[in-house]
T-cell receptor
Framework: RKEVEQDPGPFNVPEGATVAFNCTYSNSASQSFFWYRQDCRKEPKLLMSVYSSGNEDGRFTAQLNRASQYISLLIRDSKLSDSATYLCVVIPNTGNQFYFGTGTSLTVIP | DAGVIQSPRHEVTEMGQEVTLRCKPISGHDYLFWYRQTMMRGLELLIYFNNNVPIDDSGMPEDRFSAKMPNASFSTLKIQPSEPRDSAVYFC?????????????FGPGTRLTVL
């Protein structure tokens, strides 16, 4: 079983829509979680960390559900510029490995 | 800051040839990571260094792959001999210290095609 699994999409949503992605992880002892964003043919860049209590950054909300072993990313009021691939990252409690999901592709349509 | 620098940006080579990818991390960063990205497998961590010392190379696919970090400002990833299945985008990333595992700064990547 993969350490991290994401629905690859693609998600095609109209401008202004709300969209959510999930990412499941297999190691229940995982300790740190993040979302990265990767534009087409570019490098990944950190979008936001995921805290146990959930956290928000503008239109973006990240949540962690330890019981069901998944993290989520919610984007409200989607903009054309949100079109990208969103990668989740899980770090196990050993702290010496990074596991990236394969990414979820989002296209925001005018 | 110039960010993480990688070279070459694109490499096309023939099967059996040696390929060397280069990376200059952000100055002052203690950690350097090499990743490979393909459509099928996503982003895979190959190896990472802490203060120029390889810490975990369990992601290196096989003996044809080797990585070095002779000093704090330079690292190489070598494939010898290269095979078509090595075609991928190879990213180098660096981070400041172990307290900043989340903030990895990626270079622009090297797009490798092995014919």
């Amino acid at each position: 079983r993969k350490e991290v699994e994401q629905d690859p999409g693609p998600f095609n949503v109209p401008e202004g829509a709300t969209v959510a992605f999930n990412c499941t992880y297999s190691n229940s002892a995982s300790q740190s979680f993040f979302w990265y964003r990767q534009d087409c043919r570019k490098e990944p860049k950190l979008l936001m960390s995921v805290y146990s209590s959930g956290n928000e950054d503008g239109r973006f909300t990240a949540q962690l559900n330890r019981a069901s072993q998944y993290i989520s990313l919610l984007i409200r009021d989607s903009k054309l510029s949100d079109s990208a691939t969103y990668l989740c990252v899980v770090i196990p409690n050993t702290g010496n490995q990074f596991y990236f999901g394969t990414g979820t592709s989002l296209t925001v349509i005018p | 800051d110039a960010g993480v620098i990688q070279s070459p940006r694109h490499e096309v080579t023939e099967m059996g040839q040696e390929v060397t990818l280069r990376c200059k991390p952000i100055s002052g960063h203690d950690y350097l990571f090499w990743y490979r990205q393909t459509m099928m497998r996503g982003l895979e961590l190959l190896i990472y260094f802490n203060n120029n010392v390889p810490i975990d190379d369990s992601g290196m696919p096989e003996d044809r792959f080797s990585a070095k970090m002779p000093n704090a400002s330079f690292s190489t990833l070598k494939i010898q001999p290269s095979e078509p299945r090595d075609s991928a985008v190879y990213f180098c990333a660096s981070s400041l210290n172990s307290g900043s595992w989340d903030t990895q700064y990626f270079g622009p990547g090297t797009r490798l095609t092995v014919l």
